[in-house]
């Protein structure tokens, strides 16, 4: 079946504007993350759905930054006024029922903030 | 707090080397242990687990033992390939539906 999709791919914007991002998980998979990957960098944990439970957001690096996950599928981060720290490529990955299992990642939308 | 340390890279290796890519880990209780691999351009993607004390992962040539004694879950190839080349991940898992990842060990394989 499909994999985990992400889009945009690529996302060029100006300092101070907001941006979305949209996540598609798995067909099923009950918990969604969202991870940054600067250049260079490891993954840094930003938020994870599970099922109808309230969302772990501890690691929002600001209030700018937002996610929401509509009818336990598609997910939306959404970051406010952007900065160009926030230039990153950030990835999203889905798991099936437990938390041992494999997390499946989509191929990450670029974000560059001029 | 549980965390994971992976060796600095990048590794640059020639064709068929011997590759090791350390990794150890600080947790309380009985984690899982995971290696993923990021090929250039490419998400995440699952190369090998493992979920106990002295279980072996191993999927395409690679392999790492489940080390208690060490905290330990490094990785290993016997024979490199240039396809090889990617950025190495290895995660552990303690529960609570959340993983942590190591910061990444990037691998160059040369012709």
């Known amino acids: 079946g499909a994999g985990v999709s992400q889009s945009p791919s690529n996302k060029v914007t100006e300092k101070g504007k907001d941006v979305e991002l949209r996540c598609d998980p798995i067909?099923?998979?009950?918990?969604l993350y969202w991870y940054r990957q600067s250049l260079g960098q490891g993954l840094e944990f930003l938020i994870y759905?599970?099922?109808?439970?309230?969302?772990?957001k501890s690691g929002l690096p600001s209030d700018r930054f937002s996610a929401e996950r509509t009818g336990g599928s598609v997910s939306t981060l959404t970051i406010q006024r952007t900065q160009q720290e926030d230039s990153a490529v950030y990835l999203c990955?889905?798991?099936?029922?437990?938390?041992?299992?494999?997390?499946?990642f989509g191929p990450g939308t670029r974000l560059t903030v001029l | 707090g549980d965390s994971v340390t992976q060796m600095e890279g990048p590794v640059t290796l020639s064709e068929e080397a011997f590759l090791t890519i350390n990794c150890t880990y600080t947790?309380?209780?009985?984690?899982?242990l995971f290696w993923y691999v990021q090929y250039p351009g490419e998400g995440l993607q699952l190369l090998l687990k493992?979920?106990?004390?002295?279980d072996k992962g191993s999927n395409k040539g690679f392999e790492a033992t489940y080390r208690k004694e060490t905290t330990s879950f490094h990785l290993e190839k016997g024979s490199v390939q240039v396809s090889d080349s990617a950025v190495y991940f290895c995660?552990?898992?303690?529960?609570?539906?959340?993983?942590?990842f190591g910061a990444g060990t990037r691998l160059f394989v040369k012709a």
């Open positions: 990955a889905s798991i099936g029922t437990s938390g041992r299992d494999t997390q499946y």
């Open positions: 067909s099923g998979h009950t918990a």
């Open positions: 759905f599970q099922g109808n439970s309230a969302p772990d």
């Open positions: 947790a309380t209780g009985y984690p899982s």
């Open positions: 493992a979920t106990k004390a002295d």
């Open positions: 995660a552990l898992y303690t529960g609570g539906f959340k993983t942590i």
